[in-house]
């Protein structure tokens, strides 16, 4: 059987500021709940308790926790032959409160992935500290891991496990078509002519918040882009500089839980998005 990740456990102890028992006996509650292993049960518990499990888990780890999620939703979740009760064990009272204080958000850090337009990010930057969000950027979360030679993952990690939320700036940096070689007769007219299309960075750090923080991550879309296939049916904020379109940033912002204070008129000008 896999040994629980040492480096894990010592963030849950950290997050939940228990001791290495009581962290042990979380995990075992858990183990009895969703009868998966410690090793993966201990995943679940840090993921429970908000924090970033992204290098703790392989793909076959989250088909378990899949798995294991899908029999609770259908009542058929079954105990080990060696367990003596069927009865789930309730964590305590104290236990709960810790990993619902620790699911509220913290500060007001805002992590933005954005490309090479420097005067959109900056006004961006600017209107997110309008109503009394920090925006942090590549730099800040690099120094935050506190290593010299950290590994992009690790930065990533740092970067959306320390927010309140996640920013997806899209602008149309690059531009891209589908080679003809590659194209059908019927082919939409986009995919023939080149179009403006987000730097593949930003498209691949929009899927890594996705799929660490899909609930606290929102898409910002400025200027004419690519259709993005992943993303249909996804609410984007087209920021133009409207009032009305600053407005969607705010409740798209408030509504993932982040401290936003639109009491003063700075945020309805500041920044320039175009019309």
Known sequence: MARIDQDLLRRIMGRLKVGKARAYAIITETVSRTNLPPNIAAIVVARDSGISVARFASDE???LIRGAASRQSNGSVTPDAGTPSSTPVIPSRKTRANVARNRRPKGSKVWVVYGRNETVRKSLFAFLRAVGLQPIEWNSALAATRKGSPHIAEVLDSGFGTT???????????EAKLKDTLARRNELRFERRLT??????????AGMAFGMHPD????VQVGKIRPI???TGRHIVHLSGTAESRRQLVIKLKAIGCPVDDSGD?????????K
């Open 61 to 63: 780890d989250w088909a």
């Open 164 to 174: 309140v939320a996640t920013v997806v700036l899209l602008t149309p940096d690059d």
């Open 196 to 205: 403006g299309q987000p730097r593949p960075n930003v498209l691949f750090e």
């Open 216 to 219: 606290k991550t929102v898409l």
């Open 229 to 231: 296939s992943d993303l």
């Open 266 to 274: 700075d945020w309805q000008t500041e920044g320039s998005f175009g």
